[in-house]
């Protein structure tokens, strides 16, 4: 079977074949669930398939009037590393531009005026379902009210986005949705 070309922009859905059969949950959080399906796949061959559901989370980067971004340093207990990142949160049953909000400010204390989506991505398509939201956050206003989760031990960091850019690209913002969201933010404001 040769390789399928599709437009730019285009997704091309179908089943791909296999068939999904019982499923049953092996744990549930109040952050996702692991599920573990019998599948048979196209040739025949049956086999046990576990899939992480997660509602998703919405990431932000700010972008102030001086053309400065404010990222976060967080420390992520699952690497053991402290992670240079932009402001994020579990949608929690909100659309994400309005999650979107909630995290910025319960985070870094920052407002809003205006929200542009940077576009939406799946993170870990071949063990889960998250996606992940992206915006670019203008117009910042600070209130100063921070609601930090226990487990949101951060520093607030503010750099030129240009240089965050940089970073992005270089790996030193080693967390990939950040990552991403800074380099589609860098060349929506940058060119």
């Not at 951060?154 to 380099?183: N, Q, R, T, Y």
């Amino acid at each position: 079977m040769g390789a399928l070309h599709y437009p730019t922009g285009v997704a091309h859905k179908h089943d791909g074949g296999w068939k999904r059969g019982a499923s049953r949950y092996l744990y549930e959080s109040r952050w996702f669930r692991l599920r573990r399906d019998e599948v048979v796949l196209p040739t025949g061959e049956a086999i046990d398939y576990t899939v992480i559901e997660h509602p998703g989370y919405a990431m932000v980067v700010p972008l102030l009037d001086d053309g400065r971004v404010l990222l976060e340093q967080v420390f992520r207990y699952p690497i053991q590393e402290t992670m240079l990142e932009c402001p994020s949160g579990g949608l929690d049953g909100d659309a994400p531009e309005a999650a979107a909000r909630r995290e910025l400010e319960e985070e870094t204390g920052w407002v809003a005026g205006r929200l542009e989506s940077l576009g939406s991505f799946y993170g870990s398509n071949g063990t889960s379902d998250e996606r992940f939201h992206l915006f670019l956050a203008t117009a910042l206003a600070e209130t100063g009210t921070m609601q930090r989760e226990a487990t949101e031990q951060m520093e607030l960091v503010f750099m030129p986005l240009a240089e965050a850019v940089e970073l992005a690209f270089a790996g030193a913002v080693s967390d990939a949705p950040s990552a991403l969201a800074i380099i589609l933010a860098g060349r929506r404001v940058l060119g």
